[in-house]
């Protein structure tokens, strides 16, 4: 007897009601450049749609893929038990650890030594943004270089966590298609001393183009010569050759050079964990005891911004990472994955040159992991979406992972098309 009675405004009334709302003066946001391309493709009816905008693997039916040892170990929880409690603030330490071995390499004198700060992150974008609030309360020189291009979450990152001067350094060299070195080196020596660099582990993003052993030597060259501290996001590890040693070529590098650095890692991609959003942040260190505290700094940034990780995902990259008969099923789908993004690279690329497509398209076969930075122009772009319905960053970027073998002559008669105009 006491309910209130529901009140209905209508016309006038309640065009008045949303012009007084407090949330009147918001703007409307524009679209994710690339989440919003997905958007844009489901939008779309033609049959021959295609969507090589978003970072995920599909198998050859366009289908999203779960490793079968995902699978496996999801099963083996289940008939466990467990529970749902709350995790530590830094996480699930064994998972926490496997990861630092898996990037460092278990034999590495900073994993024995204990000189590896390391906690459990909500994926690449977290385990980031958890080290960018560190930075900004507990490291001094308040400059960020990122290359240009980049992933475009790079550049808002680091703002939001109140580090504000984010400055390009050139990577890329539109004319080669390739990286460009020389001017890479040249502006990263007249860097600002002590600056953060942000360096890409493997199978750069948007690009594609990685540097060579030697030119990675020249790198860790100028960061000790400029006193840069290095940002490693590495996001691909084992998913860009199929080979985890080899993807982690460079972190192993700066960190047998005795380099304190910053690590940002993700099992979305290498793993097929997207949605369960699993990474980890490691900080290296030059001692144990500075370790302890860096570690003890970390955690209260983590509680602030959620309090802790979810258990689910972590559960299961720990028990890939720490049996070993997992981490061989692991390594081997992992190959596969590898091996079919390599497989689409040649295919793409024979269409193109069976179709006398104009240009040298050699870049496609040089380029590494999931992306290929097709060198076409805005205009080429967008004439691939709408006269031929396939999806990709306004930058010309296509992700290979989710092409199909069926898809690749389609592709290459859109590019063909588009770049004679």
Same mark, same amino acid.
């Given at each position: 007897?006491?309910?209130?009675?529901?009140?209905?405004?209508?016309?006038?009334?309640?065009?008045?009601?949303?012009?007084?709302?407090?949330?009147?003066?918001?703007?409307?946001? $524009? %679209?994710?450049? /690339?989440?919003? +391309?997905?958007?844009?493709?489901?939008? #779309?009816?033609?049959?021959?749609? !295609? *969507?090589?905008?978003?970072?995920?693997?599909?198998?050859?039916?366009?289908?999203?893929?779960?490793?079968?040892?995902?699978?496996?170990?999801?099963?083996?929880?289940?008939?466990?038990?467990?529970?749902?409690?709350?995790?530590?603030?830094?996480?699930?330490?064994?998972?926490?650890?496997?990861?630092?071995?898996?990037?460092?390499?278990?034999?590495?004198?900073?994993?024995?030594?204990?000189?590896?700060?390391?906690?459990?992150?909500?994926?690449?974008?977290?385990?980031?943004?958890?080290?960018?609030?560190?930075?900004?309360?507990?490291?001094?020189?308040?400059?960020?270089?990122?290359?240009?291009?980049?992933?475009?979450?790079?550049?808002?990152?680091? $703002? %939001?966590?109140? /580090?504000?001067? +984010?400055?390009?350094?050139?990577?890329? #060299?539109?004319?080669?298609?390739? !990286? *460009?070195?020389?001017?890479?080196?040249?502006?990263?020596?007249?860097?600002?001393?002590?600056?953060?660099?942000?360096?890409?582990?493997?199978?750069?993003?948007?690009?594609?183009?990685?540097?060579?052993?030697?030119?990675?030597?020249?790198?860790?060259?100028?960061?000790?010569?400029?006193?840069?501290?290095?940002?490693?996001?590495?996001?691909?590890?084992?998913?860009?050759?199929?080979?985890?040693?080899?993807?982690?070529?460079?972190?192993?590098?700066?960190?047998?050079?005795?380099?304190?650095?910053?690590?940002?890692?993700?099992?979305?991609?290498?793993?097929?964990?997207?949605?369960?959003?699993?990474?980890?942040?490691?900080?290296?260190?030059?001692?144990?005891?500075?370790?302890?505290?860096?570690?003890?700094?970390?955690?209260?940034?983590?509680?602030?911004?959620?309090?802790?990780?979810?258990?689910?995902?972590?559960?299961?990259?720990?028990?890939?990472?720490?049996?070993?008969?997992?981490?061989?099923?692991?390594?081997?789908?992992?190959?596969?994955?590898?091996?079919?993004?390599?497989?689409?690279?040649?295919?793409?690329?024979?269409?193109?040159?069976?179709?006398?497509?104009?240009?040298?398209?050699?870049?496609?076969?040089?380029?590494?992991?999931?992306?290929?930075?097709?060198?076409?122009?805005?205009?080429?772009?967008?004439?691939?979406?709408?006269?031929?319905?396939?999806?990709?960053?306004?930058?010309?970027?296509?992700?290979?992972?989710?092409?199909?073998?069926?898809?690749?002559?389609?592709?290459?008669?859109?590019?063909?098309?588009?770049?004679?105009?």
């Amino acid at each position: 007897p006491f309910a209130a009675k529901p009140v209905l405004v209508r016309g006038a009334a309640a065009s008045a009601a949303v012009a007084d709302s407090v949330w009147s003066s918001v703007p409307q946001a $524009p %679209a994710d450049p /690339i989440l919003g +391309v997905t958007e844009a493709f489901k939008a #779309d009816t033609s049959p021959d749609k !295609l *969507n090589l905008g978003v970072g995920a693997y599909r198998t050859e039916e366009g289908k999203p893929l779960v490793l079968d040892v995902v699978r496996k170990v999801e099963r083996l929880l289940l008939e466990e038990g467990g529970n749902k409690e709350y995790l530590p603030i830094q996480g699930d330490s064994s998972f926490a650890s496997l990861s630092a071995k898996l990037a460092f390499g278990a034999d590495s004198p900073l994993i024995k030594e204990g000189r590896v700060a390391t906690v459990q992150c909500l994926s690449g974008t977290g385990s980031l943004r958890i080290g960018g609030e560190y930075l900004a309360k507990w490291y001094p020189t308040k400059v960020v270089y990122i290359p240009n291009p980049t992933w475009g979450n790079h550049k808002a990152i680091f $703002p %939001a966590c109140g /580090i504000e001067d +984010v400055r390009l350094y050139t990577y890329y #060299d539109p004319a080669t298609r390739g !990286l *460009n070195y020389d001017k890479m080196i040249a502006e990263l020596k007249a860097a600002d001393e002590g600056a953060v660099v942000l360096l890409h582990a493997c199978a750069h993003n948007p690009t594609g183009v990685d540097p060579t052993p030697e030119q990675w030597d020249g790198i860790l060259a100028v960061v000790k010569e400029r006193k840069l501290l290095p940002y490693f996001d590495s996001a691909y590890q084992g998913f860009a050759s199929g080979d985890l040693i080899k993807d982690a070529y460079a972190v192993r590098l700066f960190a047998d050079a005795g380099i304190e650095m910053l690590l940002a890692q993700s099992y979305a991609k290498n793993m097929g964990l997207y949605g369960e959003r699993v990474g980890a942040l490691s900080l290296v260190c030059g001692d144990v005891d500075t370790t302890k505290r860096v570690l003890s700094q970390l955690k209260p940034v983590v509680r602030r911004m959620y309090s802790n990780p979810p258990i689910h995902g972590a559960a299961i990259a720990g028990r890939i990472l720490g049996d070993p008969a997992l981490f061989a099923e692991w390594q081997s789908e992992l190959q596969g994955m590898a091996d079919r993004i390599l497989l689409m690279r040649q295919k793409l690329y024979d269409e193109l040159v069976a179709l006398g497509t104009p240009g040298d398209w050699t870049h496609i076969l040089k380029q590494i992991g999931m992306f290929s930075f097709t060198g076409l122009t805005k205009e080429q772009v967008e004439k691939m979406t709408k006269k031929h319905h396939v999806y990709m960053t306004a930058d010309g970027r296509i992700s290979l992972a989710g092409l199909q073998a069926s898809k690749c002559a389609y592709l290459a008669k859109a590019i063909d098309d588009c770049v004679r105009g």
